[in-house]
């Protein structure tokens, strides 16, 4: 399925689309701060809290440990103790390289070739 379309075609369907995007821009902050879509927008918030609470409760699951590193990474890093995080939660900090969160990983030099 191809469309051969002229500049002027082409030029004319953006310029109705960034009009629409415009008009759906200037409609949302007219109406963002009234009662009734503050609402509107917090029950639909809350439905789909409550209908998808299981996907997002084993999507933590799955990510736990992973957190955890992250976390625990921040807090020697905020400390200037990165020797110490090494030292206190090696298998955090493998987890982190290996998802390669640092930029620093050498996988050469982690490799032992003995």
């Known amino acids: 399925m191809t469309f051969d379309y002229s500049e002027e075609e082409i030029h004319s369907i953006l310029k109705s689309y960034k009009h629409k995007r415009e008009k759906e821009k200037e409609r949302y902050d007219r109406i963002k701060d009234t009662e009734e879509f503050k609402l509107k927008n917090r029950m639909c918030a809350k439905n789909h809290y409550d209908n998808n609470k299981d996907r997002y409760k084993e999507k933590y699951e799955n990510k736990k440990d992973l957190i955890k590193a992250r976390k625990s990474y921040y807090y020697y890093k905020k400390k200037n103790d990165m020797e110490a995080f ?6 955090r900090y493998e987890l982190l390289l290996i998802g390669g969160y640092f930029k620093d990983w ?9």
């Open 86 to 91: 090494k030292n206190k939660y090696p298998e």
């Open 106 to 114: 050498k996988p050469l030099e982690s490799i032992s070739t003995s």
